[in-house]
């Protein structure tokens, strides 16, 4: 086997300048949270280490996560990473197509077999032996496994592929599954959003690339690093929360004065992802910034738990739906009711009693 | 007339040389009691301290679920959700310290101190005195045996509803806390593990709400159930967890 290239030697030979490549190697320590005595440590690493290819899989999906990752707010950061891994293979970001296409996946598998980092969009669809979702002619969940068996480790970008998405919603007639109940074998770092934001995107690839590692994660395999905290942590609307002020209509006082929108079902509380700190769009805006709560598109199963515009789902069955607040009243209503009546027997009963028996 | 009368009833002449020499006993309802020592002091200091907390829990829980309207003015000049959430926490604390500490004390305590951990669902005497119960709740019997700690319906009721759901309360609780401390604070190593087994943050949210609304029920029937059971039953109830002791209002074997 030829001696690999190591990301230095792509960069230069993309056309990244000495410079730049000192700024990326600053800019990702600062996006990594780590302080600058590291710089060297990542100029170091990306010289001498050989590049680890990335493999990029697509399947049952919306590619808002390509639409994200491209639109990484630092161009550097960008051009960086995507001539780090897009020599390889992305089916919606390379040149190539078709069996030259499926060709180059073949080869990298074969080159750097048990080296290589799987990065999937999207997810695969079990039902009818997969047929909801084809690549080069096969089904995508074949594809899945054959490329997950020989990866390092896979890097499941969005909530498709951490855990099912729109396409899973009840009653997810594809069966549309998340790459971690596929593979079960392979180390799995789950970078969920609908789409991630870009600059975790990078953030994450940068650092297992850079270092060679898995970045710590959490219980549910997210990277502590970007997963950490909930939006309602470090939203700047979080004050108006605290003092008890709320937008409680999209179109009322509060909403123009840019309260919190607890009331209106925002599901920052619990929702974990890093966008009140690193926003959107180079840190632009964020969807509450903008006037609209939190739908939680970072959690688990957030497609199916009820209504973005009320804070907890509701109660469904016997052919209502009530909040639980509503079905706790009635209950509470029904049980006194029933109580009073109790008493009153009880009274009517115990009045006839002359304390003479027991 | 007399002669019928149970032998626990007083008649005037046993009142003889007691204070109530003189007074007719029957108007009275003159009685001999027996009373007896069933709930120890840490027994009913814990279940005041607790009957607090838990009202100041559902009263701020409910106010978290549902805030009251907004208030007028700048942010800096109020805390109004920030003290609902402290109140909620500090009660919160003194319900979990509390349960711990009556846990603790189910190992020094009367055997009567032990009976709110467990039902004796092994025992056919168990079963049967619930039926009674239910018979007796039912307008079928008129009265009961007598019980020196819980009767058998209440000992279930009190197990499912507080026991249990109050340890729920305070894992779910746990868990959302260290939503605020981190997964890696004492309270995220020991309960975080509860939020993915209830299918996720906004549904341990939902189930923690539920379970205020399971002890709320308990409480109504329980303030009612003693509060009838004193009236009416052939113990008192309300004074033994006051005082400790619970008279027998007759002698007799069930
Ligand atoms: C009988 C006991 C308790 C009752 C009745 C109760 C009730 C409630 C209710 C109704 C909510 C609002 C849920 C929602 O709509 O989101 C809540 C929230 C909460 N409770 Fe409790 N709770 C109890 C015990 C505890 C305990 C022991 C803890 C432990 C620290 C705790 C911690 C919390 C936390 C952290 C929240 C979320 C607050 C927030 O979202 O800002 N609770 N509780
Ligand atoms: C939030 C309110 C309350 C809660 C959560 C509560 C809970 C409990 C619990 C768990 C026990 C069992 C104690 C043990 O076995 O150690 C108990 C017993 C008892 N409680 Fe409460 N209680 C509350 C309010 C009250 C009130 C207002 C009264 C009086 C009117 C009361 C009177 C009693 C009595 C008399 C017993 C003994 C019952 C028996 O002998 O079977 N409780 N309570
Ligand atoms: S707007 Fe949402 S995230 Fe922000 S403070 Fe209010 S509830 Fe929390
Ligand atoms: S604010 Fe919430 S819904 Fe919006 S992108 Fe961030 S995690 Fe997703």
């Excluded at chain 1, 949270?33 to 010289?47: D, N």
């Excluded at chain 1, 960086?80 to 040149?95: F, G, R």
């Excluded at chain 1, 004065?257 to 769009?281: D, E, F, I």
């Excluded at chain 2, 679920?65 to 500090?90: C, D, K, N, V």
């Amino acid at each position: 086997m030829a001696a690999l290239e190591t990301f230095y030697e792509v960069m230069r030979r993309q056309g990244i300048t000495r410079r730049s490549f000192v700024k990326y190697c600053s800019l990702t320590a600062a996006a990594l949270g780590l302080g600058p005595e590291f710089i060297p440590q990542i100029a170091h690493a990306m010289e001498t280490k050989p590049r680890t290819p990335v493999l990029w899989l697509h399947g049952l999906e919306c590619t808002c996560c390509s639409e994200s990752f491209i639109r990484s707010a630092h161009p550097l950061v960008k051009d960086v990473v995507l001539s780090m891994i897009s020599l390889d293979y992305d089916d919606t970001l390379m040149a190539s197509a078709g069996h030259q296409a499926e060709a180059i996946l073949d080869e990298v598998m074969e080159k750097y077999r048990g080296n290589y980092i799987l990065a999937v969009e999207g997810n695969p669809p079990l039902n009818e032996d997969g047929m909801y979702c084809i690549i080069g002619g096969r089904p995508f969940v074949d594809q899945l496994k054959r490329v997950a068996k020989d990866a390092k480790a896979i890097i499941s970008w969005g909530s498709c592929a951490s855990y099912g998405c729109v396409q899973a919603a009840a009653p997810n007639p594809t069966a549309a599954t998340p790459v971690h109940k596929v593979v079960l074998d392979k180390p799995i770092i789950k970078v969920p959003g609908c789409p991630p934001i870009a600059e975790v995107m990078t953030g994450v690839i940068t650092y297992m690339l850079t270092f060679d590692r898995i970045p710590e994660l959490d219980r549910q395999g997210r990277p502590k690093m970007f997963y950490s905290q909930r939006i309602h942590d470090k939203c700047y609307r979080r004050p108006h929360f605290d003092a008890g002020q709320y937008v409680e209509a999209f179109d009322d006082e509060g909403a123009r004065k840019g309260y919190c929108l607890y009331k209106v079902g925002c599901k920052g509380p619990t929702t974990y992802n890093a966008c009140s700190t690193t926003r959107w769009n180079d840190g632009v805006s964020f969807p509450i910034q903008s006037g609209h709560g939190c739908i939680g598109c970072s959690e688990d199963g957030f497609w199916d738990k009820g209504s973005w515009y009320a804070r907890l789902k509701d109660v469904s069955g016997f052919g209502i739906e009530a909040s639980a607040d509503r079905i706790g009243m009635t209950a509470a209503g029904v049980v006194g009711a029933g109580l009073a009546v109790h008493a009153a027997i009880s009274a009517l009963k115990r009045a006839r009693y002359k304390g003479d028996d027991v | 007339m007399a002669a019928s009368k149970p032998a626990h009833m007083l008649r005037d002449e046993d009142l003889v040389g007691t204070n109530l020499e003189g007074l007719k006993a029957a108007p009275l309802r003159a009685r001999r009691v027996t009373s007896v020592y069933v709930y120890e002091a840490p027994v009913r200091l814990w279940h005041w301290t607790n009957a607090g907390a838990i009202v100041v829990l559902a009263i701020t829980g409910f106010l978290i679920g549902a805030p009251p309207s907004t208030l007028a003015g700048e942010a800096s000049a109020h805390f109004q959700m920030g003290w609902i959430r402290y109140l909620h926490f500090a009660a919160a604390w003194i319900f979990a310290v509390g349960f711990l500490g009556r846990v603790i004390w189910a190992f020094f305590g009367n055997i009567y101190s032990r009976e709110l951990f467990y039902v004796p669902v092994w025992k056919l005497s168990f079963w049967r005195e619930l039926w009674e119960e239910v018979l007796v709740y039912a307008f079928v019997k008129k009265y009961a045996r007598k019980f020196i700690g819980h009767n058998a319906l209440a000992q279930l009721t009190i197990f499912l509803c507080f026991t249990l759901t109050g340890l729920f309360m305070i894992a779910t609780g746990f868990a959302l806390y260290s939503d605020g401390t981190g997964i890696d604070s004492w309270e995220g190593r020991l309960f975080g593990w509860v939020m993915p087994l209830l299918g996720g943050n906004l549904a341990t949210h939902f189930w923690h709400h539920i379970g205020m609304w399971v002890i709320i029920l308990f409480v109504i029937i329980h303030v009612y159930t003693v509060t009838r059971e004193d009236i009416s039953s052939r113990q008192t109830l309300i004074s033994a967890m006051i005082n400790g002791y619970r008279n027998f209002r007759d002698d007799s074997r069930d």
